[in-house]
């Protein structure tokens, strides 16, 4: 057990729908990053949180968009949904220190648009 | 962008067998982590490196920082059934801060044949 929570597990929605999922990190983590990951294209960095601001942006589509809370947990809102956003998304945290680097992951939400 | 080039694609091996998968990269790293993924999960943290020339053990696992620091290659000996997953490595250069973008391969696909 990595420490950090997704929710939910498995969602299904259809196309021009918006979900929201949720992270909540390790205890003691202030930074949250998401990821997705399809089959064709591994693991793509979406985007990043530090203490509640953003601090880096990837391959993030502009109808997606993500927060994170005071209370650390974050999340991410997919709108206008497409077939092609169907993936398995992550969350990771890390903490401060050297061993910020060490990126823990969730569980992953496995998201279907039908 | 930063681009990671991991090899092989895929394994197929007998038990008991050695295995080495390696990753290279565009431009330089700091930092390589190695993570292991199982159907279904989220990549699981398996080896970290922070300084160019590292070799570092896990068990039957053994990770290197490459001189260069473009590389790094991640061996695992004496197989078993429960070593199938894919691996991925990946890098993150510090640019200061708390901004944090790992950058993964596309992942090697381990099949170990009992």
Known sequence: DSGVTQTPKHLITATGQRVTLRCSPRSGDLSVYWYQQSLDQGLQFLIQYYNGEERAKGNIL????????????????????????????????????????????GQGTRLTVV | GQQLNQSPQSMFIQEGEDVSMNCTSSSIFNTWLWYKQDPGEGPVLLIALYKAGELTSNGRLTAQFGITRKDSFLN????????????FCAGHLNSGGSNYKLTFGKGTLLTVNP
């Open chain 1, 62 to 105: 502009e109808r997606f968009s993500a927060q994170q809370f005071p209370d650390l947990h974050s999340e991410l809102n997919l709108s206008s949904l497409e077939l092609g956003d169907s993936a398995l998304y992550f969350c990771a945290s890390s903490s401060m220190g050297r061993m910020n680097t060490e990126a823990f992951f």
């Open chain 2, 76 to 87: 695992i000996s004496a197989s078993i059934p429960s070593d199938v997953g894919i691996y």
